[in-house]
């Protein structure tokens, strides 16, 4: 199974301020925490440690929701069904950042650190996106002289419609190339700054991108793959 471990993650604050939404720094509150995103920018260079594991595999819809991977694994959701038709396959994956963010906020929250913290939780979240984005950039440029691209990113728990109990499913297929992750009894991965995925890899001449595709996703208001 393929292993993708991604360059050092860079953030600009300029895209993590719009990202986090903030538009005046200049108040009290704000200019406090974005002295704290600056001063995280380079913990997140040194302790974010991209890893994307994935499988490209073949796939059977069997109406009105069940997606069957390579003849057994079994995932359901009639939204995430149907976002596959005309696939030529499927990959399924897992990345991660590693535990190093998470740890540190934790260590400057003991500390009493607490808005240090939290800025490095959101710049971690962020840095986790970034590394998919990365990921996936590559992927599709691989693969552009065979016209295939990657379809949208969809996550248990996180995809409306698309139960987080298929994060396990997910998780247990990929496990033995991440050793240090573990899955809560609620399905949540360990390290947190860590998502399951799964995308249709389709044929651009037989399927064109969708326009619209987002009204769907849980994750439209902080989606990697729209900027504007």
């Known amino acids: 199974m393929p292993v993708y471990r991604g360059n050092a993650v860079t953030l600009d604050l300029e895209h993590v301020l719009h990202r986090l939404k903030i538009t005046d720094m200049q108040t009290a509150r704000n200019k406090k925490f974005v002295e704290a995103l600056k001063d995280g920018l380079e913990l997140v260079h040194l302790l974010a440690l991209p890893q994307v594991v994935y499988r490209e595999q073949g796939y059977t819809l069997v109406p009105?929701?069940?997606?069957?991977?390579?003849?057994?694994?079994?995932?359901?959701?009639?939204?995430?069904?149907?976002?596959?038709?005309?696939?030529?396959?499927?990959m399924t994956g897992i990345a991660t950042i590693g535990r190093g963010l998470e740890k540190k906020a934790q260590e400057i929250k003991q500390e009493n650190g607490l808005t240090a913290s939290f800025a490095l939780e959101a710049l971690a979240a962020?840095?986790?996106?970034?590394?998919?984005?990365?990921?996936?950039?590559?992927?599709?440029?691989?693969?552009?002289?065979?016209?295939?691209?990657?379809?949208?990113?969809?996550?248990?728990?996180e995809t409306a419609g698309w139960p987080v109990e298929d994060q396990r499913t997910i998780y247990e297929m990929h496990r033995e190339e991440l050793p240090d992750m573990t899955i809560t009894d609620a399905c949540l991965l360990i390290p947190k700054n860590s998502i399951s995925f799964l995308v249709g890899v389709f044929d651009y001449e037989v399927k064109k991108p969708e326009e619209g595709h987002c009204s769907y996703c849980s994750m439209r208001d902080k989606c990697i793959y729209k900027r504007g």
């Open 64 to 90: 009105p929701d069940e997606i069957i991977l390579e003849g057994s694994t079994v995932l359901k959701s009639g939204m995430v069904s149907g976002k596959l038709s005309d696939a030529l396959h499927v």
């Open 126 to 157: 962020i840095a986790l996106d970034s590394a998919v984005e990365e990921f996936f950039t590559g992927f599709e440029a691989e693969h552009s002289n065979g016209g295939r691209y990657s379809g949208i990113l969809m996550s248990p728990g």
